[in-house]
């Protein structure tokens, strides 16, 4: 073989050579920009798993994530909390609320010598029955009124009280209905008789034996519904409230702090104290007097 030949033949199998080369290093970088990929999408897919995870193991166990991606920690957790407080509420509302068990009437109680100086029972008995209100007038009371009559009125009585009338009482304020003690002026109210049954009851206003003359300027509070429609009360010579400690003043002398009329949350119901008995009659036809009496039979 001549040098010619020779040299020609060499640079061909160079040449090949060089080819192999360069088509195994396109090889060899298309192998690694696969694994590259592959790299890639291993670390996409395992950073999506770990994402997915801490997804799950908060929502399984109510972390911090789950309430981030789902609108806020504070949003999830207020919403749960609203809930149960509207729930202990509705709760609170059907466990505490009360319904008045008692009637419609009024009890008009002139036993154990009530029914003196200057009260009228048959005039207030009259009164009600005119506004279409059920009444009844009676020296005695047998066993618990309360189905029928929401208010009793105990019309100064001075001497002691049957059993039946702390029963029939205590009836009333347990189904929550009012009782109303019409005391008087000086010695001529029944002061310790009201304010023992006031003391069996359970209330702490008490009935004082002092005496204002005259026809007294009161000045009124807001104390519904007794003093709705009521804009002014004529007394006519009262007694004195010890409104106790909780206690409030229905109206007090104006100018002063005596007093007149006072009424008290016992249980359900309330009592009420009169220190006047012109009202239930001598005076009934005078400013508010009628709306006022009118009044107790409302709840």
Known sequence: M??????????????????DDV???????QTTATTATTATSTATSTATTSTTGDATSDASTGGDTTSTTTGGETSTGDATSDSATTEATTDATSTTGFTPT?????????????????????????LYAGAGIAVTRSETIAGDISADYGCLVLLNPRDALPAAVG???????????????????????????ANALLGELGASMRSIDD??????????????????????????????????????????????????????????????I????????????????QTFMLNFAVH
């Open 102 to 126: 008692v009637g419609d009437g009024v009890y008009l109680y002139t036993g154990a010598g009530g029914d003196n100086y200057d009260t009228d029972a048959e005039a207030l008995e009259a």
């Open 23 to 29: 088509a195994d290093a396109g090889s060899d970088t």
């Open 211 to 272: 005496s204002q003359s005259g026809w007294p300027d009161l000045t009124l509070g807001a104390a519904p519904p007794l003093t709705d429609g009521v804009s002014a009360l004529a007394p006519f010579f009262v007694a004195r409230v010890d409104l106790g400690a909780s206690g409030e003043a229905i109206a007090t002398i104006q100018g002063s702090d005596w007093v007149v009329m006072g009424r008290e949350s016992v249980g359900h119901g309330e009592v009420v």
């Open 167 to 193: 029963d029939a009482a205590q009836a009333l304020l347990d189904g929550g209905g009012r009782v109303v003690f019409q005391t008087e002026h000086s010695s001529y109210g029944g002061h310790d008789v």
């Open 2 to 19: 001549t040098r010619t030949n020779r040299t020609l033949l060499t640079a061909l199998l160079l040449t090949a050579a060089c080819a």
């Open 274 to 289: 009169v220190g006047d008995g012109s009202m239930f009659g001598y005076s009934l036809d005078e400013a508010d007097n």
